[in-house]
């Protein structure tokens, strides 16, 4: 075994980022009191490239109504479909190769088969869609997994830092699966995440958590200024109120 593929790359962080969401489609005509919806719950790349090369197998844990609700998918794509009535958090666990990580990764969504009042009617047509976007992050990889991803184009792979050198990857070319969900036949209801709108949106947020923050505090700045006023301002047998 070559030890110096195990070792670790200081101050290097590989990331991928990853969709999980379910898509649902009323039944129409078809539905019945207890089955008026068929729906697939998914962890895809957001660029729909294949994530097997980080993902050994996804556990979708299921309401425990359903016959079998602890479902294993250990190739891509990582999905199921099902059909039912009712909505449920649907936890969804991601176990990893034994050269990315050896801890699992828990995920939960909450499956939604109806659509908002604003989106108008239910339609056989159009699918209820609720995806959530996220980046695993794998700090200080492995010499190894770091030459195995990274040409690979579902992962953000940094410069490495000055003084840290590998040799170049061989000339093995990416085996193309068909573990991607490029042709994937929802991939026309899938949402469209570019990195630059999701910073843009975490910015945001950031920014208004911040400006909430200096509004507590000024509010609180405020309120233990207060009793002090109230003592000087008062005097016996005087209140506020209205004049």
């Known amino acids: ?64 109504s359903f ?3 602890t479902r294993v998918v250990e190739q891509p794509p990582f999905e199921l479909s099902e059909s039912g009535w009712g909505e449920f958090e649907i936890a969804i666990t991601l176990y990893f190769h034994s050269d990315v990580c050896e801890k699992r990764l828990d995920l939960f969504h909450q499956l939604k088969l109806y659509p908002e009042e604003e989106a108008g009617p239910q339609s056989t ?14 700090p200080e990889p492995t010499e190894a997994f770091f030459q195995r991803v990274q040409n690979h184009p579902a992962a953000n792979v940094p410069r490495l830092p000055p003084g840290i050198t590998l040799p170049p990857p061989g000339s093995m070319e990416i085996e193309k699966k068909r573990g991607d ?3 994937h036949p929802l991939s026309q209801w899938f949402s469209n995440f570019s990195e630059a709108d999701e910073l843009l949106k975490l910015a945001a947020a950031r920014q208004q958590v911040q400006a909430h923050i200096a509004k507590l505090r000024r509010q609180l700045t405020m309120i233990e200024g207060m009793p002090q006023q109230s003592k000087a301002l008062s005097g016996p047998g005087q209140q506020f109120g209205h004049i």
Do not use: C
């Open 1 to 64: 075994m070559d030890v110096s593929k195990n070792k670790k790359l200081k101050d290097v962080e590989i990331s991928f980022p990853i969709v999980y969401g379910t898509i649902s489609f009323w039944l129409g005509k078809k539905a019945s009191e207890y089955n008026s919806h068929k729906w697939t719950v998914y962890v895809r790349s957001a660029n729909n490239e294949d994530l097997s090369v980080i993902v050994k197998r996804v556990v979708f844990q299921l309401h425990p």
């Open 67 to 69: 016959q079998n609700p």
């Open 125 to 138: 047509k159009k699918p209820v869609v609720v995806e959530t976007y996220d980046e695993i992050v794998f």
């Open 181 to 183: 969900t490029k042709d």
